[in-house]
């Protein structure tokens, strides 16, 4: 089955970290972009970070510092390393992979920030 699921979200206190996955499963993982989104509750999808398949590494302004993405193509799994949260990152995270034209999309993950 081709999918993409996340995991690791959860509800973190200020200042806190989680890494959150994503896993796939039904395409080549390795010649894929990756990427992760956010949608904040009444806001639009954001994106935060991307991974392309030669590993370069792409970060959001505000997320510069705070988040690492890697990836395991060995384990088909990309990674979002969120250090420093804030109660601003709470929202749905969502992982994307695209090769070529073709993209897919996970069903999302959870995070909230709070005390």
């Known amino acids: 089955e081709v999918q993409l699921v996340e995991s690791g979200g959860g509800l973190v206190q200020p200042g806190g970290s989680l890494r959150l996955s994503c896993a796939a499963s039904g395409f080549t993982f390795s010649m894929s972009d990756l990427t992760w989104a956010r949608q904040a509750p009444g806001k639009g999808l954001e994106w935060v970070s991307g991974i392309d398949n030669d590993d370069r590494t792409y970060y959001a302004d505000s997320m510069k510092g705070r988040f690492t993405i890697s990836r395991d193509n060995a384990k088909n799994t990309v990674y979002l390393q969120m250090n420093i949260l804030k109660p601003e990152d709470t929202a749905v995270y969502y992982c994307?992979?695209?090769?070529?034209?073709?993209?897919?999309w996970g069903q999302g993950t959870q995070v909230t920030v709070s005390s």
């Open positions: 994307k992979a695209a090769v070529r034209r073709w993209s897919l």
